[in-house]
């Protein structure tokens, strides 16, 4: 199984430190022994086979679906829950380029709070190719501190290419242009470069 790198620091650490607390209170330590499987599964980087075809517009994220909806501009958003138990590294939902990579500081509420996807801290990536544009947004939530983006502008990315990470639980909402046929919705369980968020319509 790998792990990503970021998940390295709280690993190690957690281990570190139950080994110290082992030498003086072995009960202790079996907590900190915890906390480092429990960042070991969390940073967990599975092997998978990425379900690509040019019409679909794929997961991002690992989660379940909190809303699907259309915005004033006619895009459908789909905003997605990542528990602690979720894989919690983003993939690109379709092949493109990077136009531009946007922090967004801001606070830190629940995810299932409706201003969260507005206010909370968060990196806004945005990738284009001939069918439209489409935003991916690592949203930041109460034990989500960090939210840290792979690509930056200009970078060409294929379907599935993992494009960031947020350190715990968290938000991820995808943007795609108008007039896809949606395949998701609200209560679905959905996974990374795996499950189909839409597909694009020939004559969209």
């Keep these: 199984m790998k792990i990503v790198k970021e998940g390295y620091p709280f690993i190690l650490g957690f281990l570190i430190v139950g080994i110290v607390v082992n030498v003086f209170f072995a009960p202790l330590a079996i907590i900190f022994y915890l906390l480092a499987i429990g960042c070991l599964l969390f940073f967990r980087d599975p092997n998978l086979t990425i379900n690509a075809d040019e019409k679909f517009i794929l997961s991002p994220c690992n989660g379940t679906v909190m809303n699907v909806i259309e915005n004033e501009d006619g895009?459908?958003?789909?905003?997605?829950?990542?528990?602690?138990?979720?894989?919690?590294?983003?993939?690109?939902?379709?092949?493109?380029?990077?136009?531009?990579?946007?922090?967004?500081?801001?606070?830190?509420?629940?995810?299932?709070?409706?201003?969260?996807?507005?206010?909370?801290?968060?990196?806004?990536?945005?990738?284009?190719?001939?069918?439209?544009?489409?935003?991916?947004?690592?949203?930041?939530?109460?034990?989500?501190?960090?939210?840290?983006?792979?690509?930056?502008?200009?970078d060409v990315v294929k379907q599935g290419d993992k494009i960031g990470v947020i350190k715990f639980s968290s938000q991820v909402d995808l943007i795609m242009p108008a007039g896809c046929d949606v395949r998701v919705k609200e209560g679905d369980k959905v996974t990374a470069g795996l499950s189909i968020f839409a597909i694009i319509k020939q004559n969209a």
């Design 75 to 154: 895009q459908t958003e789909v905003r997605v829950f990542m528990s602690v138990a979720n894989v919690h590294l983003q993939r690109s939902p379709v092949s493109g380029t990077v136009k531009s990579v946007e922090h967004k500081p801001g606070k830190f509420l629940k995810a299932h709070l409706p201003e969260a996807y507005i206010k909370n801290e968060q990196n806004i990536i945005t990738i284009e190719n001939e069918n439209g544009t489409y935003i991916v947004k690592q949203i930041a939530g109460v034990l989500a501190r960090r939210c840290v983006a792979w690509v930056k502008p200009d």
